[in-house]
């Protein structure tokens, strides 16, 4: 099962080599990973994917609570909420039919160009995970010159999962939880 974790953790250096390792050592494969300020600027907020059963779901859970930077750990899987991947992709588009159907394509899939070259164009397209992967696949027959995502992004809907504190190393207060 795949498991959506968010992690409010203090805006300080070292927090992402310190989880990631901290999984990595025990075991644990990290399916996609995004880093970023929240509203508070003393926290960041780490979105990762891991998949496993709720044990393994347990497991980084609570390795994740014993680490210091780390204020507070949110299984956004087991809620209602919206999740985001960001796409770059540079695919092969010679000016004419091929240009055409690419750019129907981005326009069905709800993308922009962003870049136009003599025989490429440059697409960004935001989603879910299936959504993008399903753009890929349909870009491939007209090829792929490169490729780059983000990691998936995510928050519940409705309740807040933020501090309502300044302070990092205070705990958070969620709603629900």
């Not at 409010?8 to 494969?29: K, T």
């Not at 347990?58 to 949110?74: A, D, N, P």
């Not at 960001?86 to 091929?98: F, N, S, T």
């Not at 983000?150 to 933020?162: D, E, H, P, Q």
Request: contains cysteine; glycine residues 8%; charged residues 25%.
């Amino acid at each position: 099962m795949r498991h959506v974790i968010s992690a409010l953790v203090q805006n300080v250096p070292g927090v992402l080599a310190h989880v990631s390792g901290m999984l990595a050592s025990r075991g644990y494969n990290i399916d996609s990973l995004a880093v970023g300020a929240t509203e508070n600027p003393n926290l960041s907020r780490m979105t990762f994917v891991v998949v496993g059963d709720d044990r393994v779901l347990e497991q980084v859970r609570k390795q994740l609570e014993k680490i210091v930077t780390v204020v507070e750990v949110f299984d956004i899987s087991s809620q209602d909420y919206v999740e985001r991947d960001l796409m770059l992709i540079k695919v092969k588009a010679a000016p004419g039919r091929a240009r055409s159907e690419v750019r129907e394509l981005v326009d069905i899939f709800r993308g922009k160009i962003v870049d136009v070259g003599a025989d490429e164009i440059m697409i960004e397209i935001s989603g879910r995970e299936n959504k993008i992967d399903a753009f890929i696949e349909r870009m491939r027959i007209y090829g792929i010159l490169e490729l780059v995502r983000t990691g998936r992004v995510a928050l519940v809907r409705g309740a807040s999962t933020s501090c309502e504190t300044t302070e990092p190393a205070t705990a958070c207060a969620t709603d629900g939880e």
